[in-house]
């Protein structure tokens, strides 16, 4: 388990298309959100839904496929690991955000058909 320090795999559903951005030097940055849904039932037996939204981040060549593949709504599997920055935003104030950096990237549900 030494090699499983900070790994994260998520399957959910994309909330938006990737916003990609090419960098000085050509590489590649796509940003976007993702959904994962937990269900369990209460005591009464109603069948009970948890969505947890996450923030993914893609670099180069796995910016490169999200680019041209994903879209909103589009089921996948991520894998990658978790990171906590800080930054300033408009107002001065220092903010906080954890995001998934994402290193490898898997299309599933349907295929679309053409």
Same mark, same amino acid.
Do not use: C
């Given at each position: ?19 990609? $951005?090419? &960098?000085?030097? #050509? @590489?590649? =940055? !796509? ?5 994962? %849904?937990?269900?369990?039932? +209460? ?24 680019? $041209?593949? &994903?879209?909103? #709504? @589009?089921? =996948? !599997? ?5 990171? %906590?920055?800080?930054?300033? +935003? ?25």
């Amino acid at each position: 388990m030494y090699a499983l320090k900070n790994k994260v795999q998520l399957i959910g559903n994309l909330g938006n298309a990737p916003e990609v $951005k090419t &960098l000085e030097g #050509g @590489k590649k =940055v !796509a940003r976007f959100s993702m959904a994962t %849904n937990e269900s369990w039932r +209460d005591r009464a037996g109603r069948k009970e839904t948890e969505t947890t939204w996450h923030n993914i981040v893609a670099w180069g060549k796995v910016a490169e496929i999200a680019e $041209k593949y &994903l879209t909103k #709504g @589009k089921e =996948v !599997a991520i894998e990658g690991k978790l990171v %906590n920055r800080t930054y300033n +935003d408009k107002d001065g104030n220092k903010r906080y955000i954890t995001e998934i950096v994402a290193n490898e990237l898997l299309m599933i549900g349907e295929k679309e058909r053409a």
